[in-house]
């Protein structure tokens, strides 16, 4: 059974940074693809970053310059490195592992606020 595994939500200030971890386990076939999506109260769930494998990490124009993704692929974990984060950037974040089928995290709950 595929587990998603996350850390690093919490709360920051505005302008601060923080770093989200996403570990795979279980019977993992090849990776397609590795990524973090995210809800926001009231708002449908969005896309932020995501690395195909051997591709090129995608990013939402809303995070662009300021969200940065990484894959250990020896580890099965995906990275997503938050920096400059907004109050807009609040929502609870979800990893997203495409292999033989879509495996998702539990989500973890980014709050930025002063």
């Known amino acids: 059974q595929v587990q998603l595994v996350e850390s690093g939500g919490g709360l920051v200030q505005p302008g601060g940074s923080l770093r989200l971890s996403c570990a795979a386990s279980g019977l993992i076939s090849r990776i397609n693809s590795m990524g973090w999506y995210r809800q926001a109260p009231g708002k449908e769930r969005e896309l932020v970053a995501q690395?195909?494998?051997?591709?090129?990490?995608w990013y939402a124009d809303s995070v662009k310059g300021r969200f940065t993704s990484s894959r250990d692929n020896a580890k099965n974990t995906v990275y997503l490195q938050m920096n400059s984060l907004k109050p807009d950037d609040t929502a609870v974040y979800y990893c997203?592992?495409?292999?033989?089928?879509?495996?998702w995290g539990p989500g973890t709950q980014v709050t930025v606020s002063s």
């Open positions: 690395i195909i494998s051997g591709g090129v990490p």
């Open positions: 997203n592992v495409v292999a033989a089928g879509p495996y």
